[in-house]
T-cell receptor
């Protein structure tokens, strides 16, 4: 089965440079989430999109922006990079699915992550 | 806001033995999902098991089972017959059962690193 694709898998940038991370959700998934996992830390929610509209925002710096395109892929743009931005960035995708209990399951499937190193 | 707490930074278990990882959470909601994710050295986030809060029955997936105590807001993971491949970081996570865009994010605990020894 197709999984979430993230590119690039590894990225090395200098301070004050910009970076663009891409996420291709599982086909027919309409929701994308971005998480940031610093070294030795748990993943922290950054931002999410549903049907190409921003749906929730977490602890995302103003230097970061993101969008979801008409084909549902998403890009996370990071400017004025700082050393502290070095982290693993996960993308997850989901699509509402009605369970046999008639409840809605919106399970998130994670991509392999992009490891960003800022020097 | 919801919080998830994992009080065991590291745990160790011998191969073929059983280990229990602890997780507590705080929420004012009555309907939600709880998850255990495994993160091996590859750093891939792998869903191990999911529990729906409205279900009283504890979820099980092969060698993995949970002890869900809703009143105590406790959600522990039991790994039976531990294998070397179980060595990883384990994260407990919470998600509201509301399906509006503002409520579907995952909130993670700080993780427990599990070592499996021979």
């Amino acid at each position: 089965a197709a999984g979430v694709i993230q590119s690039p898998r590894h990225l090395i940038k200098e301070k004050r440079e910009t970076a663009t991370l891409k996420c291709y959700p599982i086909p027919r998934h309409d929701t994308v989430y971005w998480y940031q996992q610093g070294p030795g830390q748990d993943p922290q929610f950054l931002i999410s999109f549903y049907e190409k509209m921003q749906s929730d925002k977490g602890s995302i710096p103003d230097r970061f922006s993101a969008q979801q395109f008409s084909d549902y892929h998403s890009e996370l743009n990071m400017s004025s990079l700082e050393l502290g931005d070095s982290a693993l960035y996960f993308c997850a995708s989901s699509s509402p699915k009605r369970l046999e209990s008639n409840r809605i399951n919106n399970e998130q499937f994670f991509g392999p992550g992009t490891r960003l190193t800022v020097l | 806001a919801q919080t998830v707490t994992q009080s065991q930074p590291e745990m160790s278990v011998q191969e073929a033995e059983t280990v229990t990882l602890s997780c507590t959470y705080d929420t004012s909601e009555s309907d939600y999902y709880l998850f255990w994710y495994k993160q091996p050295p590859s750093r891939q986030m792998i869903l191990v098991i999911r529990q729906e809060a409205y279900k009283q029955q504890n979820a099980t997936e092969n060698r993995f089972s949970v002890n869900f105590q809703k009143a105590a807001k406790s959600f522990s993971l039991k790994i039976s017959d531990s294998q070397l491949g179980d060595a990883a970081m384990y994260f407990c996570a919470y998600r509201s059962a509301q399906n509006t865009g503002t409520a579907s994010k995952l909130t993670f605990g700080t993780g427990t690193r599990l070592q499996v020894t021979l």
